[in-house]
């Protein structure tokens, strides 16, 4: 399994504030990708990216940007945190080998957003 | 737009008692359709991928099966330590194509499993 850690896993910030982020994985993988998770909305695509400096926006990157500067790290700013972001944010990482499209999931960052 | 919808919402069963989890989806080409396990606190953990109609994988007592509407997840005897939410999630393109792990996630079905 690829090896993904979030820091950090809990924070409680106030609106108005910067927040990062920090998605970390070792496996060398291609493609990396940042999800919030809501009660009643399910997993949804913030933004991913798909090489070194290269991002897109995913179902709901309003509010938010990434930055993607080594193949390792994946860096998710809200750079005004509303209480709307308020949820559990996700890193997953994906093998480019083909055959391999699965997704491996970080433990999650939970942000509260008072 | 890609929709994926799992049902029921939560499902209650005994130690034992066999039952099915349903994934419904449309999609503009189904290039994949994954499930996932997630247990409290942690992040989704990958179980099966299914690519085709037809197609069938097993994992211990976890069965999944594909067909061109819908998903089923099979729990045969399903023991305590099954307990959890399994989510559907659909990946759009064609083989070969680029849509990278741009998945479509249902919001899951939330599985106890009572001894």
């Known amino acids: 399994d690829a090896g993904i850690t979030q820091s950090p896993r809990h924070k409680v910030t106030e609106t108005g504030t910067p927040v990062t982020l920090r998605c970390h994985q070792t496996e060398n993988h291609r493609y990396m990708y940042w999800y919030r998770q809501d009660p009643g909305h399910g997993l949804r695509l913030i933004h991913y990216s798909y090489g070194v400096k290269d991002t897109d926006k995913g179902e709901v990157s309003d509010g938010y940007s990434v930055s993607r500067s080594k193949t390792e790290d994946f860096l998710l700013t809200l750079e005004s945190a509303t209480s709307s972001q308020t949820s559990v944010y996700f890193c997953a990482s994906e093998s480019s080998r083909p055959g391999a499209n699965v997704l491996t999931f970080g433990a999650g960052s939970r942000l509260t957003v008072l | ?115």
Do not use: M
């Open chain 2, 1 to 115: 737009e890609d929709q994926v919808t799992q049902s029921p919402e939560a499902l209650r069963l005994q130690e034992g008692e066999s039952s099915s989890l349903n994934c419904s989806y449309t999609v503009s080409g189904l290039r994949g359709l994954f499930w996932y396990r997630q247990d409290p606190g942690k992040g989704p953990e990958f179980l099966f991928t299914l690519y085709s109609a037809g197609e069938e994988k097993e994992k211990e007592r976890l069965k999944a099966t594909l067909t061109k509407k819908e998903s089923f997840l099979h729990i045969t005897a399903p023991k305590p330590e099954d307990s959890a939410t399994y989510l559907c999630a659909v990946q759009a393109g064609r083989a070969g194509g680029t849509s990278y792990g741009k998945l479509t996630f249902g919001q899951g079905t939330i599985l106890t499993v009572h001894p």
